[in-house]
């Protein structure tokens, strides 16, 4: 139902966008949250947006990294930039969402997208 992209490999100081789409099931996606998990750690949440704007970010990404939505495309996104080696990790995306239809209320993964930062 959500489907993650933009992962991929960049030297250190570079910057990716991530993108978590919504497919067609999903009326509105409304508390969103991108998470990491590097090998042997657990994973964490590095950013989220609620559905009335705000957003929230680990320590570590602050000032880095951006979360923003398309409401129009159901999409979320997560600019990152001056990335450093200690990012590299999958990243996925959790969506609290709103169906189509039944207008019932579930809650989504993504599949990872892997981020790669180089020294």
């Known amino acids: 139902q959500l489907q993650a992209s933009g992962g991929g490999l960049v030297q250190a100081g570079g910057s990716l966008r991530l993108s978590c789409a919504a497919s067609?099931?999903?009326?509105?996606?409304?508390?969103m949250g991108w998470y990491r998990q590097a090998p042997g750690k657990q994973r964490e949440l590095v950013a989220s947006?609620?559905?009335?704007?705000?957003?929230n970010y680990a320590d570590s990404v602050k000032g880095r990294f951006t979360i923003s939505r398309d409401n129009a495309k159901n999409t979320v996104y997560l600019q990152m930039n001056s990335l450093k080696p200690e990012d590299t990790a999958n990243y996925y995306c959790?969506?609290?969402?709103?169906?189509?239809?039944?207008?019932?209320?579930?809650?989504?993964w993504g599949q990872g997208t892997q981020v790669t930062v180089s020294s």
């Open positions: 959790n969506a609290d969402v709103t169906l189509q239809y039944s207008y019932r209320r579930a809650n989504y």
């Open positions: 067609d099931r999903i009326f509105s996606i409304n508390n």
């Open positions: 947006s609620t559905g009335d704007g705000s957003s």
